[in-house]
């Protein structure tokens, strides 16, 4: 009777014991490079919020060089909140908090980025109307992450920044390293993308420069150094994460290959692009003729200026048709040298490096769209009067009409 009285009381203390004792979970996840790549045989280190060590151990290694990877687990973990820290052996390592509650969890994927600091943001007095939302730059819930976004100007130039707002002729910003506020003109951008490969602005110059290069021959230099001939290029028209198609005759199996336009460097059209410096050329020298005429009608206050250069086709042939006949194909090889000597055939995208700069300047001159900006001062009045106003509302007016009529039938 005692003995079994002892061995009650002996179990009943184990289970007292056990019952006070936390219960304990496992942590596991996944580490990956910025592009995408398994992180395989890295230190992970798992610490309390005071940065104490607690626990080491590695990812694992692919098997066959080819299956599963990057992956590490942690056993035995008290409810609590903890961080994360994975050596990546490069400018950034892996920071990842969180918090273990009363099950095992698996914090997923983890990439190497910085944390950004928060701050306050800045409301920056502007007379413009915002023709873009305000862009969030806190975090989302349960994300320590914010979003940032990548400025590129038209010499290359890239910054890291949180773009605040973008508004009719500028973009405001806070720069992502000392958290300073500032701002920069649309005519000196040359694109702006986020973390994500969404691209938010796109300046005119990089559209031009895109639909000069479509289906044109040529070859591409990555941000590898990589280098990669074709015989056509075709670019998507999208703001997220748009891809480069190209085709390549010397393929026998004739398959197309994508490319993400965010692993482009450089793309140099072939000999294909003289058709552009032709037709620039052309038209350079229609405006020419046709502006010096034009000022010559203004003098004389009469057509004959536009009339001389039509011949009279009887003999003897008089005019000065000539003049249009020698100062085009004038304009035209004098474009086709200019374009060689300025090397227009080679465009850059993405920058290799923050203070790296383009070897040229990326902006290209659009007389159409010069002409438009300088007119603004005298059309937007006229756009804006009441009479203007009046007529292109005329459609709004008729729908609310209707809508009141329905409105009192209803009723």
């Given at each position: ?250 393929d026998s199996t004739i398959n197309t290959k994508y490319h993400s336009i965010f692993d482009i460097y450089k793309v140099r059209t072939g000999p294909s692009y003289v058709s552009t ?135």
């Amino acid at each position: 009777m005692k003995v079994i009285r002892f061995i009650l009381i002996i179990g009943f203390v184990f289970q007292s014991i056990h019952a006070q004792a936390p219960k304990q979970y496992n942590v596991k996840g996944t580490a990956y490079y910025k592009s995408n790549i398994l992180i395989e045989e890295a230190e992970v280190i798992l610490m309390d919020t005071t940065e104490k060590v607690i626990s080491r151990t590695k990812t694992s290694k692919k098997l066959l060089k080819r299956f599963g990877g990057g992956k590490f687990t942690f056993s035995n973990i008290k409810p609590g909140h903890y961080k994360i820290r994975i050596i990546t052996e490069e400018e950034v390592n892996i920071n990842h908090r969180f918090e273990v509650k009363n099950k095992s969890i698996n914090v997923g994927r983890l990439y190497p980025f910085k944390e950004f600091p928060k701050y306050v943001q800045t409301d920056y007095p502007s007379t413009n109307l915002f023709k873009m939302r305000r862009f969030s730059t806190e975090p989302t819930p349960g994300d320590s992450i914010n979003i940032r976004h990548i400025i590129v100007d038209l010499n290359g130039i890239a910054k890291t920044v949180v773009v605040d707002s973008v508004v009719d002729d500028s973009t405001y910003y806070t720069d992502a390293n000392n958290l300073n506020t500032n701002m920069i003109q649309k005519d000196s951008t040359y694109f702006i993308y986020n973390d994500y490969g969404v691209f938010i602005f796109k300046s005119r110059s990089f559209k031009d420069r895109i639909n000069e290069l479509q289906q044109r021959d040529g070859f591409i230099i990555f941000q590898n150094n990589d280098t990669l001939y074709f015989d056509n290029i075709f670019f998507e028209n999208e703001m997220d994460n748009p891809q480069v198609a190209t085709f390549h005759l010397s393929d026998s199996t004739i398959n197309t290959k994508y490319h993400s336009i965010f692993d482009i460097y450089k793309v140099r059209t072939g000999p294909s692009y003289v058709s552009t410096s032709v037709r620039k050329g052309f038209w350079n020298g229609i405006y020419t003729i046709g502006g010096i005429v034009t000022l010559q009608a203004l003098v004389t206050k009469s057509f004959k200026p536009y009339l001389s250069l039509a011949p009279d086709f009887t003999p003897p042939i008089e005019g000065n048709y000539g003049t249009v006949v020698t100062i085009i194909p004038l304009f035209t090889l004098g474009r086709i040298t200019y374009d060689w000597y300025k090397d227009k055939r080679s465009n850059y995208f993405m920058p290799t490096h923050e203070n790296d700069p383009y070897p040229k300047n990326m902006f290209v001159f659009s007389f159409s769209k010069w002409v438009w900006k300088k007119s603004q001062p005298v059309i937007k009045p006229i756009i804006n009067s009441r009479l203007v106003k009046w007529w292109s509302n005329r459609k709004l007016r008729k729908v609310q009409k209707e809508a009141a009529k329905r409105k009192s039938a209803s009723d």
